[in-house]
């Protein structure tokens, strides 16, 4: 999946590389069935698809939560 999205003032793409979702299970042992769970990986890149490591290394903790949570809400 692709999603176009804002890093520090310039239009980039992220790109899945890794999803996964586990609905929840009410008769699991641990928390993380019980309750469910999803992981999500990605990329940033220029808006041509091109990989941008300048990109990745300026993403901080912060981009990249927002960014995960754009896409997490594009999955719903």
Not at 17 to 26: D, E, L, R, S
Not at 27 to 48: C, H
Request: net charge negative.
């Amino acid at each position: 999946m692709l999603h176009t999205t804002i890093k520090g003032g310039l239009p980039c793409i992220a790109v899945v590389t890794y999803y996964h979702h586990q609905a929840g299970n009410a008769w699991a042992d641990n928390p993380d069935d019980y309750n469910g769970y999803t992981e999500l990986e990605f990329e940033l890149r220029t808006l041509r698809g091109k990989p941008a490591d300048w990109l990745e290394k300026a993403a901080t903790d912060k981009d990249r939560e927002r960014i995960e949570r754009e896409l997490l809400e594009l999955q719903s």
